[in-house]
């Protein structure tokens, strides 16, 4: 009678599944973080498994679905998923930086009220003003750089 070796085949199958999947986990890490687009076709290459096997993996196939579905948005430019911004924290990043621009603009005309006022107040008192620059003024509309 021959000795019963399937608990050996049966450990060697569950270590050949559990390094399958840890290949096939690292490959979506590595084209997310890549920015490549995350398709069966590209994780079965880069992971070296069939896409019939991946499609057998329920947890798989759902975050290659959502990493897919994510790839379909046009974005400029190509960031992990993890990254990647939510509508909500975009929409509140820039209702801070709005707000942030009517303080400035705020600021910039109330400085501009009290440096006429001091300049009126020198005029009156006699004290010669500051010589007018020479290059053009910039009304608080204009962005960027002088």
Known sequence: MRADNS???VLSARRRHEL???KTVRALRELDIAGVPVTFEAVA???EVSRSWLYTQP???DEIERLRALDRRPLPT???ARQRGSDASLAGRLEIALARNRDLTADNQRLRRQLAHALGQLRA???PALEEPTAPRHTSIT???C
């Open 20 to 22: 399958t999947r840890a």
């Open 59 to 61: 947890d798989l196939r």
């Open 125 to 127: 008192a006699g004290i």
């Open 78 to 80: 190509r960031a992990p």
């Open 45 to 47: 290459r880069a992971a």
């Open 7 to 9: 608990s050996h085949l």
């Open 143 to 145: 962005i960027g750089p």
